[in-house]
């Protein structure tokens, strides 16, 4: 073996230490890049291949009723490639064992058939037999929350008719990847499922027949759905549409793919942030490690070895750590990317995904990684490379010093010696102390963005359900109903208060930007309804006008004063300007607000409500959901309570479950960052460390001198670890804004505290580490040692 290769094995050795740390660096970036991209391709991945190989729609409409002839009609428009009509209804469901009120939506298919757009994936028994008016096939996320399986039999209320079903099979549909509930932000598949029934059955139940109320369509490659929409549009005009929309607005896609928009931005930004400071430390660290090695270079050169030679030794040594690294990384990656796709993949289902690590991720992680790293150890080895052997050989001349601030000062007198020492040190070695506290502030940072996600989604929720959803529950109507129903709804038991709200379907334009949403009409200043400003405050709603949250306004670039055209979509339809009179901010969905006075008039019709919020009794709920049941009206109740932790599961399995793991490897580079300062620090001052000792300084003396210097960066670099984390939190809250969710831009003062806290129980665990070195400082050596 050569020479070069058995220092090689020994400095590998011999730097143990120092390996883990930095291998654990590299092994935090490459694994957040492996755990952000992955969970992308599986997601893209799935909804690809599900929407190519069960025909997902390309146009939806919705209407009231018009005549099956139609869609021959609809057929022949210019870039149609496919049709089907179908009728949608609601219904109510009885699952027994389970007392919370569930809703569901019931779709038709052919008779014992596949649909030809939107088919369905079919994962246990089989799709209703033709002829059979009780059977459904039922939407796998549903039936895993109730454990229904194929010939299972639930009950239900079809247009105002007790029926019992048959569960014929468990299936997954492209349309419902995302499975949303009418009034939902997030899936609840325990209140919440979807059916598919034959068309005749169907049709005969809601006086369908040779009718559909609900069309689908899939469009010629090359053909944009915006001109066939238009001519959709005309030929539904008739029959209470309520405006057709592409793909882009259908309600699981939109979701899914704001996830996927999500999951493109974090698997650049996160990784960029922990491969950056990955490879800004392990090029100051190696470059470290390779200049307290300048007289071992220098013997190698005069024996005979050549800069290419020791250039490509540490270039060895170098790659030999990133490679430490790079399959820490990729193991720990695989491992904890499956499990966070695994989450994902609670709420958007597929029929299947596919987990795998790419191995152009695994090459990017190390070519980053091993590029800083060369970085650093290239400009290190050359410096020592170029010096002629007998120069090397020769420790570095001390540097011309003069007296400082400090000496000339009389603070002098109230400091002691080794506290002296360490303000002098780092004071004329500027660079290197500031390189130290930049690398230590960025890991300060990265504790930054890892501890604000947990403080602001608890501020987001708590906002949402505390100051905007003030009520217990929220009763749908099928039809609008008249305000007295207010006055009905408080004799049932529990009820302890009521307000009405009527919801309409609009279409809301400004300029060239629009948006199709609901407008909410309410009570001026509702009891159970929060509408609040950025700083939290209540507001009233005005007269007339319309109220806008925050993103929707933006979303439309309109301000207060601007008119925006409001298409409505449902009753007398038409198109009317209504001035934008404020704006509030709410960090969960997208909505416009008027008075609910306003809004009947908007509409042309008396008091009328599409819903009631109501204030319970909780210990009396299952008495008042027992009689609502009765009640054919009601389409549906949403519970407050239940809405919330579904909201909060949601957030805490996706987001805060990926935000851990940052935070664990934020918390590994930090000790890591610090560790590393600590032990260069002492290979670069352990000979001034054993003279001092020789010249009678004590043990603690010595070891303050070290440790102190050590404090005194992580001191230093705190302050600007905060200001460089609040910047990343900043980018990161605007990258991943969405309709779902906002999440606000809050950092507590536990956040910055753990922060700090983190990185100086590292430096404390750094010392204890590098206290025994401290301990066997050879004082023989430094008194033999030449100048």
């Known amino acids: 073996m050569r020479a070069l290769d058995h220092k090689l094995l020994r400095d590998f050795s011999g730097l143990k230490g120092q390996v883990a740390a930095i291998a654990v660096v590299i092994a935090a970036g490459v694994m957040t890049l492996i755990i952000a991209v992955t969970s992308l391709d599986a997601i893209s991945y799935g909804q690809r291949a599900f929407y190519r190989d069960h025909a997902f729609a390309d146009v939806f409409a919705e209407l009231k009723r018009a005549p099956e002839y139609l869609a021959g009609k609809i057929a022949s428009v210019d870039g149609v490639n496919r049709v089907h009509t179908r009728v949608v209804a609601p219904v109510r469901l009885e699952i027994a064992g389970f007392e919370d009120p569930v809703s569901g939506q019931l779709i038709s298919i052919p008779d014992g058939d596949q649909p030809p757009i939107n088919s369905l994936h079919l994962r246990e028994g089989r799709l209703p037999e033709s002829g ?154 190696m470059g470290r490690i390779v200049r307290n090695q300048r007289q071992q270079v220098a013997v190698l050169k005069a ?24 399959l820490v990384g990729v193991i720990l990656g695989a491992w904890a990317a499956d499990w966070v796709a695994e989450l994902y993949m609670q709420y958007f289902r597929f029929p299947e995904t596919r987990f795998e690590v790419r191995p152009q991720v695994i090459v990017l992680g190390t070519a980053v990684s091993g590029a800083a790293a060369m970085l650093g150890t290239w400009r290190a080895v050359r410096e020592a490379a170029v010096l002629a052997p007998a120069v090397a050989m020769r420790p ?124 909410e009409g309410m009570n001026r200043r509702p009891v159970l309804r929060g509408l609040i400003d950025r700083a939290g405050v209540d507001q009233e709603l005005p007269e007339s006008g319309l109220v806008l949250t925050d993103y929707l306004a933006e979303h439309l670039g309109a301000r207060p004063g601007d008119l925006i055209d409001v298409e409505i979509k449902t009753g007398h339809r038409r198109t009317v300007q209504v001035p934008l009179a404020g704006v509030v901010a709410e960090p969960l969905g997208v909505s416009a607000y008027m008075a609910r006075p306003a809004l009947n008039r908007l509409m042309r019709e008396g008091p009328a409500a599409s819903g009631f919020w109501l204030s319970l009794d909780r210990s009396e709920e299952t008495a008042l959901f027992r009689e609502l049941w009765d009640v054919p009206k009601v389409a549906g109740i949403g519970l407050i309570a239940q809405a919330e932790a579904d909201i909060r599961g949601y957030i805490e399995d996706t987001m805060l479950g990926t935000m851990g793991v940052m935070l664990l490897l934020a918390v590994s580079i930090a000790f890591a960052v610090v560790y590393n300062s600590a032990r260069i620090a002492f290979a670069e001052r352990e000979r001034e460390l054993a003279t001092l000792r020789v010249l009678g300084f004590g043990r603690g003396e010595v070891a303050w001198i070290l440790v102190g210097e050590l404090f005194v960066l992580t001191l230093l670099a705190i302050p600007l670890g905060w200001l460089l984390g609040t910047g990343l939190a900043w980018i990161l809250t605007e990258a991943i804004e969405m309709d779902l969710f906002r999440i606000p831009f809050v950092i507590s003062r536990q956040a910055y505290a753990m922060s700090a806290a983190g990185v100086l129980a590292a430096a404390v665990l750094s010392a204890l580490l590098i206290a025994p070195r401290l301990a066997r400082l050879d004082m023989v050596t430094a008194l033999k040692s030449v100048e």
Not at 303 to 326: C, D, Q
Not at 402 to 428: C, E, F, V
């Open 396 to 519: 570095p001349a001390p540097a011309t010093f003069r007296r400082g601030w400090l000496d000339r000062s009389r603070l002098r007198r109230w400091i002691d010696q080794p506290t002296r020492i360490i303000l002098r040190n780092l004071g004329r070695h500027r660079i290197k102390a500031s390189l130290s506290v930049l690398g230590i502030a960025l890991s300060v940072a990265l504790l930054v963005v890892g501890g604000y996600q947990f403080n602001a989604i608890d501020q987001l929720i708590d906002t949402q359900y505390r100051k905007v959803l003030k009520m217990d529950a929220i009763v749908h109507f099928n039809d609008v109903a008249p305000e007295r129903a207010a006055a009905e709804l408080l004799h049932y038991p529990g009820v302890e208060h009521v307000e009405a709200f009527r919801s309409v379907p609009v279409r809301l334009v400004h300029g060239v930007r629009d948006y199709r949403t609901a407008i």
């Open 132 to 285: 059979r008016a009780d059977s459904v096939a039922v939407s796998e996320p549903f039936a895993e929350a109730h454990g229904l399986r194929a010939g299972d039999r639930l009950r239900a209320i079809i247009n105002g008719r007790l029926e019992t079903l048959t569960v014929s099979g468990i299936v997954l549909s492209p349309e419902y990847i995302y499975q949303l509930g009418p009034a939902d932000l997030i899936p609840d598949y325990e209140r919440f499922g979807v059916l598919w029934m034959n068309r005749r059955a169907l049709a005969r139940a809601f006086d369908m027949d040779g009718a559909f109320n609900s069309v689908v369509l899939t469009l010629q490659a090359g053909v944009g759905p915006e001109p066939v929409i238009a001519e959709l549009d005309r030929l539904l005009a008739d029959y209470g549409t309520l405006g057709a929309y592409a793909r882009d607005e259908q309600v699981s896609h939109r979701i899914l793919s704001q996830e996927i928009d999500q999951l493109q931005v974090t698997s650049v930004i996160l990784p960029a942030i922990f491969l950056g400071v990955s490879a800004f430390l392990l090029s100051v660290l």
């Open 303 to 326: 024996f005979g070895y050549s800069s290419a030679e020791l250039i490509r030794h540490y270039a060895v040594l170098t790659a030999a750590i990133v490679l430490v690294g790079v």
